[in-house]
């Protein structure tokens, strides 16, 4: 399995290689750029099943790769390598593209790896990179990667109307009617739409958009009617918080 690594820091493609080396036997070569233009001139000429990817480099910022390679092209996965930036994580975390932070640690690179030999040639990788690209220009959430059999699905955000767990799966009812059954848990969605003040979770089982709302219901114990129809309990110790967060709207 061929890998380039893309870093215009020698010392961390250095270590980057080494972990490689030492814990990802499947990895038989690998090849070194120290720019993103040279490193593309490495992907067309070697193939590479993965690409490792600092995203800040001079002249070229690594989430320009898409402009230099044809969408067809992208037969391989992309591992971001980065310093901590929030902002950039949660970019990284809605298009469901994998990253590894700096200082890089082996457990991390041996997990990415497992990761992204799982999905190459099947997760349209290029248009994660182009939904990515453009959430960090605009600075705001727009859309999220959903991971489904055939691919990815790119929705937008506020179109989601309720979240309900469904054991390891999570079933996700859109605007226009659709569910969609993502084999992912509840709880990371939870985590993944924290920060947006539209989700709720009203009850264990579920994380709810309260922008679609049609009515609360206080017998049998609380719940509320989604505009789909669909009806989601309010857990007794929620009550409280939840009719304030109404009040509040």
Known sequence: MNVIIIDDEKRARNVLRVLLEEHCPEITTIY?????????????EHHPEIVF??????????LEIVNFIDKDAFQFEIIFTTAYSEYAIKAFQLAAIDYILKPV?????????????????????????????????????????????DGI?????EDIVVLEADGMYTNIAMRDGETIVISKPLKHFVN?????????????????NI??????IKSDGGYVRME??????ISKDNRDDFLALMQNQ
């Open 53 to 62: 990817l600092d995203i800040e480099m001079p002249q070229h910022s690594g």
């Open 192 to 208: 993944l739409l924290q920060d947006l003040p539209f989700f709720y979770k009203p009850h264990r089982s579920y994380l709810i």
């Open 211 to 216: 922008r679609f709302i049609k009515q609360y």
């Open 32 to 44: 070194e750029a120290e720019d993103l233009r040279s490193g593309v001139a490495l992907i067309k």
């Open 105 to 149: 640690r082996p457990s991390q690179v041996k997990t990415a790896v497992a990761r992204a030999i799982q999905f190459i040639g099947k997760s349209n990788i290029n248009q994660k990179l182009e939904e990515l690209k453009n959430e960090m220009k605009s600075e705001g959430f727009k859309k999220i990667a959903l991971p489904v059999a």
């Open 153 to 157: 699905r790119f929705e937008q955000i």
């Open 228 to 233: 789909n129809g669909q009806s989601v309990s």
